[in-house]
């Protein structure tokens, strides 16, 4: 079985749903955060996130130079 997609694509990158090249949700074209305990991150100096969902949480998804862009054949919603 497969998921069918419902995800919004603009200008080859995912608006509004999952970002499976970063592994993360985006709303509005927002990554968003996760719902991790804070306790999952690392408790180094260093304050490593626990995923990408968080390391990316609030940033543009178009100002994101490791995005990926989707060439799915998807008309965007309108």
Not at 37 to 64: F, H
Request: proline content about 6%; overall charge positive; charged content about 25%.
């Amino acid at each position: 079985m497969s998921r069918e997609s419902t995800d919004e694509i603009r200008n080859g990158r995912v608006f509004n749903g999952f970002d499976y090249s970063l592994q993360v949700w985006v709303k509005n074209g927002t990554c968003q955060d996760c719902a991790h305990p804070r306790s999952m991150g690392s408790l180094t100096p260093k304050k490593i996130p626990c995923c990408n969902q968080r390391r990316y949480a609030g940033w543009e998804i178009a100002n994101l130079s490791a995005r990926l862009v989707d060439l799915r054949s998807v008309p965007n919603p309108r």
